[in-house]
């Protein structure tokens, strides 16, 4: 062996040594945690809520960063071209891994190849909700109301292409009704307009959703879910309005970017595993109206192809395209 490849040789050994022993340090400094949409919505109260108690188990601090924009595919793509550190993380939605992908040909991140999935850590149920001020009572009423004015009235959502706008999508199939969407940023961005009449219709998770509620300037007419939530056990869902087999959840998952170190992903899957477990955090999502979860990595794939198969139906039914 002449010299030169002999230092070639020594300086992968030693760049090995350093990587292997980086993955096993792993956590030295704290790691940023990317929410794809505005501070306030769902995602981010989810976010911020459940890293809390998560910093412990990894015993480092995580560090929220909001980067809103274009339903999400902005704060994913820049996690996708981010360093396979382990120090760079996303918390996905249906909106970013299952609709997005499917809906938007132009997105510029691949689930399956920019990505590995780490742990599923919650779901949501959503809620129909109309300004307090629109003159209507159940579903029966909001539905007569849209059939007796086609096109004038709307429904808003955090974006094309997210879980609030296939939602919206999916009612108007099943109610028959024709709503214009109107697209926002971030759910959190809706309730303004809502609330000087607006918007007509919104259908979100109850996270974001139930301080306005509560305060009367949302009425809420049925919940997404199969079964009434126990949190609102008066509120009927919409299956039993007449809607049937109407089912529609949001999940929310951790992923790192395609590359990161098999030990680096498996520290951080335990750590929000072992979060989850905690009783005080499990009560603290059940009054957020969110349900903890938990998974494998592998868990987590299985679970996100079979909703991005689901939302793949109703997308080529309805012809639904993001440009």
Do not use: C
């Not at 560090?63 to 704060?75: E, F, M, Y």
């Not at 760079?88 to 909106?95: D, K, Q, V």
């Not at 292409?161 to 109610?175: D, I, M, P, R, V």
């Amino acid at each position: 062996m002449n010299r030169y490849v002999a230092g070639v040789v020594l300086s992968l050994s030693g760049l090995g040594w350093s990587l292997g022993a980086s993955a096993q340090t792993y956590p030295v400094k704290p790691v940023r945690l990317v929410v794809p949409f505005p501070a306030g919505g769902a995602t981010d109260i989810l976010a911020r809520t459940i890293s809390q108690k998560a910093s412990e188990k990894l015993g480092q601090t995580i560090v929220i960063d909001n980067r809103p924009g274009a339903g999400g595919t902005i704060g994913s793509d820049h996690v996708a071209k981010s360093a396979p550190d382990g120090y760079t993380l996303l918390i996905a939605t249906g909106s970013t891994h299952s609709i997005g992908p499917v809906i938007n040909p132009k997105i510029p991140y691949s689930v399956e190849k920019d990505f590995l999935p780490v742990v599923y850590v919650a779901k949501t149920s959503s809620v129909l909700v109309v300004p307090g001020s629109l003159p209507v009572r159940n579903l029966a009423e909001f539905i007569a109301l849209a059939k007796a004015k086609p096109g004038q009235l709307n429904f808003g959502s955090s974006g094309n292409g997210t879980n609030s706008h296939l939602s919206g999508e999916l009612f108007k199939a099943q109610a028959k009704v024709f709503l214009t969407h109107i697209p926002y940023r971030g759910t959190g961005l809706v309730f303004n307009d809502m609330m000087s009449g607006q918007v007509h219709m919104l259908m979100d998770n109850y996270v974001t959703s139930q301080s306005n509620i509560k305060e009367g300037k949302l009425r809420v007419l049925g919940v997404t879910s199969p079964q009434r939530l126990p949190f609102l056990p008066d509120v009927p869902t919409l299956d039993e309005q007449g809607l049937t087999g109407f089912d529609v959840s949001n999940w929310f998952g951790i992923y790192a970017p395609a590359g990161t170190p098999g030990e680096v992903t498996t520290k951080v899957n335990a750590a929000f595993n072992q979060a989850l477990q905690d009783s005080d955090l499990q009560k603290r999502l059940a009054s957020l109206g969110a349900t903890p979860t938990g998974s494998t990595p592998e868990q987590m794939g299985v679970m996100v192809a079979a909703d991005a198969a689901k939302w793949s139906k109703l997308i080529r039914e309805r012809k639904l395209v993001v440009e």
